[in-house]
């Protein structure tokens, strides 16, 4: 069964100076067992990653080429970000 990808785009909120993390947990929330997050955020979400990884998330962290970060958090472990 594929998973359905919920995206979270939080670079604006993080532009007019808004806090995304409350939102970010909104949405982890909210994701049923078959939806992963792809968050994308104007730089690397480092510390976001042992949240969620205390709440069974791994991740998969790439650059974009506008120099945006686009981090794929799926249930479970994962090879290496």
């Known amino acids: 069964m594929s998973k359905r990808t ?15 993390f409350g939102n970010i947990m909104q949405v982890v929330a909210g994701l ?3 939806e992963q997050l792809l968050l994308i955020a104007p730089f690397e979400p480092a510390p976001l990653y042992a949240v969620l990884a205390q709440r069974g998330y791994a991740h998969q ?13 799926t249930r479970g472990p994962t090879k290496g970000a």
Do not use: H, M
């Open 32 to 34: 049923k067992g078959e």
């Open 61 to 73: 962290s790439k650059p974009t080429p506008e120099g945006d970060f686009e981090v794929l958090f």
């Open 6 to 20: 919920v995206t979270l785009d939080v670079r604006e909120d993080i532009r007019k100076g808004r806090e995304p």
